[in-house]
């Protein structure tokens, strides 16, 4: 389950374009939405005397998440939390295709199968909420191009060979002209996970917990307040798209941007479920024979890629596992 949040940037060209697209883009349709909040926000209201550097976004998101007690939001929406401080099993039987009213009687039910009923099913939707937070820049070539072959041309000039600096020189222009054309999107996102387990659990089963038959304003005040809740940092991951073709039209222009923005957000996600086992692609097989999944270019797939096959099954206690088949 994932919530995306967008970090606000100061003035960049076609800035409207490109945060236009990221909330046009599609939802990454390997994840459940679980959208909770406000999708942006101004890293200046967060940083330290306002520094916005790339070193001390960490610590702005962090400050941020915490602020805004995203992480107590994930969960009350994962409980169907209502203004009364009520919570309900129905989002958590939707996704995990369990009993809604059985799961809510194993609330109370203190026998192992009831706790492992819960526990499953914390360990397989709630512990695996995410957030990703992204940072979009658009800037044009020319600017790195040109400091790129101020270098090259350097180099070049220290070559005592005049044949050979000539070669160079002429390599630098060469290079120097075909990438200064155009823009990039540059896409920085952070992730972070969601932290529930076996503590968390019984604390809020314990603590929080009341249905529309046990309403407690005491409790309701106990959530709100709670610092239980907390996200995980995981790591971060870039991403540049180029974007070329004619700028002087504005619809055309503006299309380019929304379709290379757009591109870098699907090119950043790969790049995360390739590098954090965590958050890594996982869907059902639509056939065994031949073994098939619907995963491709939006999940960075590559020839030679390889993936796990596991098969379901339940154990003594009534709790789901996977068995790896190949």
Excluded at 124 to 133: M, P, Q, Y
């Amino acid at each position: 389950s994932l919530h995306t949040i967008l970090m606000e940037s100061d003035r960049f060209p076609y800035k409207d374009t490109v945060i236009g697209a990221y909330y046009k883009a599609p939802f990454p349709d390997k994840y459940n939405n679980h959208t909770v909040g406000e999708k942006s926000f101004d890293p200046k209201q967060y940083g330290i005397n306002g520094d916005t550097t790339s070193t001390n976004i960490p610590v702005i998101i962090d400050t941020y998440l915490k602020q805004k007690k995203v992480a107590n939001l994930m969960v009350a929406k994962w409980f169907n939390r209502q203004e009364d401080g009520t919570f309900d099993m129905s989002l958590i039987c939707e996704r995990g295709s369990y009993n809604a009213s059985e799961m809510e009687a194993r609330v109370s039910d203190k026998t192992a199968r009831g706790t492992s009923s819960l526990a499953d099913a914390g360990e397989e939707l709630i512990g695996n909420s995410f957030i990703v937070v992204s940072k979009l820049f658009f800037l044009s070539n020319e600017a790195p191009a040109y400091a790129i072959y101020l270098t090259s041309m350097a180099l070049a000039s220290k070559i005592s060979n005049s044949m050979l600096r000539k070669v160079a020189e002429i390599a630098a222009e060469q290079v120097y002209k075909k990438t200064r054309e155009g823009y990039s999107v540059w896409t920085t996102s952070y992730l972070y996970k969601l932290q529930w387990n076996d503590s968390i659990s019984g604390t809020f089963y314990n603590d929080y917990w009341m249905d529309k038959n046990s309403i407690d304003p005491a409790k309701k005040e106990k959530f709100d307040n709670s610092e239980l809740f907390n996200l995980q940092f995981i790591g971060s991951e870039k991403s540049r798209s180029l974007v070329t073709g004619s700028f002087r039209e504005q619809r055309g222009a503006e299309k380019l941007v929304e379709m290379a923005t757009i591109r870098t957000i699907d090119n950043v996600y790969a790049k995360l479920q390739k590098k954090y086992d965590v958050f890594k692609t996982k869907t059902p097989l639509i056939s065994g024979d031949p073994i098939a999944a619907e995963i491709g270019l939006k999940e960075g797939l590559e020839g030679g890629d390889k993936f796990e096959v596991l098969e379901q099954d339940i154990d003594k206690e009534g709790k789901t596992k996977y068995d790896r088949k190949g």
